[in-house]
């Protein structure tokens, strides 16, 4: 059988202003989808929309915090407004905070949580009835390999993980319904995120991807095109059978 996706059709990159996001909504829009760029601040997002129109793809920039409910809710009715219906949705935006159990306060934990796990819930539960309507869709939602426990970041290894159980449950609620639910777990990923953790550290960015690349099995740190590139395959009509997963994205076996 040959795969088929719907004639009108979107996706959604939550946290696309930079780094992964910006990577995956340009691979998607090369892959012929149009793109609603959502992130904190419309100004953002100028960058990634301008790269996905300079290549001849639509996309529009839409400002949204997605642990806000009415602000992702409406953020998905102006992409379905203006690109078409949302079949594809990235659950990509995160923050991360260092803080040991003992030192992580209520406020720290609350809003990892809100942004991290409530905003994909969010944003996953007010596209379902686009993909419903199309009885087609793809929802990848981006954890981390901190979610099988990653000590000093107990908030941000805590909603990683409960990520993973929201990935499943979808896939298996919506799976009957052509709408497939996946994960990606990227290990590290040169990013602003990545370079905010070696300044924690007190260290040059450079000698701590030199030092991370050493302990990761194919000795390289990671682009953010390598999560791009697992991001279009899940979100392909070729994926289709792929549901219910948890990709690994990290130079080597975890967990
Ligand atoms: P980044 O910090 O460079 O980019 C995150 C983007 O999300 C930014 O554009 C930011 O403005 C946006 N964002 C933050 N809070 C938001 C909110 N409340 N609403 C909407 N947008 C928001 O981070 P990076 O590295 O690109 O990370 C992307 C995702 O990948 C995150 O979920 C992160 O946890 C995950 N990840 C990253 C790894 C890495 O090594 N860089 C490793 C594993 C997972």
Redesign the pocket.
Known sequence: MTPHTPRRRSAIV??A?????AAVARRLAQDGLPVGV???REV?CAATVEAIRAAGARALAVE????HEAAVADAVARVAAELGPPTVLVN?????RAASLVDTTTEEWDRVLA??LR?AFLAARATAPHMLDAGWGRIVT?S??SAHGDPGRVSYASAKAGLHGLAYTLALELGPHGVTSNAIA????A????AATARRLGRDVAEHERLAAAAIPVRRIGR?EDVAHAAAFLASAEAGFVNGQVLHVAGGPVG
């Open positions: 939550t946290g202003a930079r780094g992964i996001g959502v992130d904190v953002d949204a915090d997605v642990a990509n935006a995160g923050i991360a942004v991290d905003g981006v981390s390999v990227p290990g590290f990923i990013t602003a995120m990545t953010p």
